[in-house]
């Protein structure tokens, strides 16, 4: 029944084509027909969400999702990783990414489909999950994306890569593809693409940034030791948690006063454990810390200083150079900034405004928060990335929540969720129109 159907909307597109039909109308018809099936794979990836580098049921249902539509699957790539190839005669390739994972978050939003997932993490501790970040909708758009281009291949020419990439939380499964030989195994792409949505922006809209979209983070531990002893005899100790402070403190003064005021750069002390008693003094304090950045310079930087910091900070306290505060980058768990291509941006842009409308494609500012797809165009190959916002909160939500002043649910929010019709509806159309105009067919000479 599944051939007939498909075969029946394959013959169906070429007399709409030959009538004159627009390539928009055509989309939109598309886009509409596949709803019904799209929310039902949403709201099953939403009730059934799983953990970074666990994501197994997940990517069998990509897969499926990629088959259905004609697509040549390799599963478990780079862990949980799905790649799908669509040949389309001679063109550019594309790449076009959706993440998978879900968060540890109890989901308080009261939806019929909400996750009532507990599961046990790679550590062993049982927690709740939650698709709290919105890789439910990616993968529905996706999907969908992969349905309408597929369907409508008398539209354009060239080669799809779609890839269904695993921990973007835990920003290491796009490092996890590249290393398994993403480029090599498979068509290299001229140009890679995704979205993310937003949960500040109206269901419906999307929005662009030209250059720097999200940030370097880097994730930074500090063991801070001391002398311990008795409280009551604090001169006979070198007080670690005294010393923390003072290092807190400095800390401070990178963005402030090391870093030029034109470019951004954070330094947060997130965590902060040590101590046993009122009247111990102890041996050590553990710090942990993010820091963001946009550039790789100022990435360095940061780092640098922390290091003077802690240890100049130690050496005036008086302790010795052995018990220096140990500082460590945790490497797995940084990122680089995302930079979206400038030229692709301008590209995409205005594919945007062509099908969706000016009034529905905004400018938004960068942002520091981090995003692994950074790495697709980081590569000796230099692939040209972009990556758009995609609204995802209901209109009137916005409004209330301009009018009270309270703050809507944020990305990793146990509230957070989108609103699904408009959102993925908008989501395939936009990201359609842009795969279309990069492999537009050319006129034959």
């Known amino acids: 029944m599944k051939f007939h159907l498909v075969a029946a909307f394959a013959l169906l597109t070429v007399p709409v084509f030959a009538a004159g039909i627009s390539l928009k109308d055509a989309v939109a018809a598309k886009v509409a027909a596949d709803y019904p099936r799209l929310d039902a794979f949403y709201k099953d990836l939403h009730a059934h969400p799983e953990l970074s580098l666990m994501e197994e049921r997940t990517s069998v249902k990509v ?158 531990t500090i063991t801070v030791r001391g002398i311990g002893g008795h409280g009551a005899w604090p001169h006979k100790t070198k007080d670690p948690i005294v010393l923390s402070a003072q ?32 009247n111990i003094i102890s041996n050590e304090v553990k710090l942990e810390l993010t820091l963001r950045s946009y550039s790789d310079t100022v990435r360095v930087r940061l780092v640098e200083a922390v290091r003077r910091i802690c240890r100049g900070t130690a050496l005036a306290a008086g302790l010795p150079e052995e018990l220096a505060p140990e500082v460590k980058v945790l490497a797995e768990e940084g990122t680089p900034s995302t930079y979206n291509d400038p030229a692709l941006t301008r590209r995409v842009r205005a594919a945007l405004e062509r099908w969706l409308g000016t009034d529905r494609v905004a400018t938004e500012e960068p942002a520091m928060g981090g995003e692994d797809f950074s790495n697709y165009g980081r590569t000796a190959e230099k692939v040209p990335i972009c990556m758009f916002w995609l609204g995802a909160v209901a209109p009137e939500k916005i409004t209330e929540s301009e009018r009270t002043g309270v703050p809507l649910p944020s990305l990793h929010s146990s509230k957070f969720a989108p609103v699904p019709e408009p959102t993925i509806k908008t989501g395939v159309t936009a990201m359609t129109a842009v795969a279309l105009d990069l492999l537009a067919k050319k006129p034959t000479p």
């Open 247 to 278: 290092i807190i403190l400095a800390l401070q003064t990178i963005v402030s006063r090391e870093i030029s005021p034109t470019d951004p750069a954070v330094v947060t002390v997130g965590s902060i454990h040590g101590g046993t008693k009122p």
């Open 63 to 220: 897969a499926g999702e990629l088959r259905a539509a004609g697509f040549e699957v390799t599963e478990k790539f780079g862990g949980y990783g799905v790649v799908g190839v669509l040949k389309n005669g001679l063109g550019p390739v594309l790449l076009i990414r959706t993440d998978m994972d879900g968060l540890p978050v109890l989901e308080e939003t009261g939806l019929p489909y909400a996750s009532t997932v507990r599961t046990k993490d790679l550590v062993g501790r049982e927690v709740p999950v939650m698709q709290a970040c919105g890789h439910d909708i990616h993968m529905a758009v996706f999907a969908g994306t992969a349905r309408t281009l597929a369907a409508l291949r008398d539209g354009w020419s060239g080669t799809l890569v779609l890839i269904a990439q695993p921990a973007e939380e835990r920003v290491i499964g796009a490092r996890a593809m590249l290393a398994a030989g993403l480029y090599h195994k498979f068509p290299k792409p001229d140009f890679a693409l995704a979205l993310h949505d937003s949960a500040g922006r109206s269901a419906g809209t999307v929005a662009i940034t030209e250059g720097f979209v999200t940030a370097n983070t880097d994730t930074v």
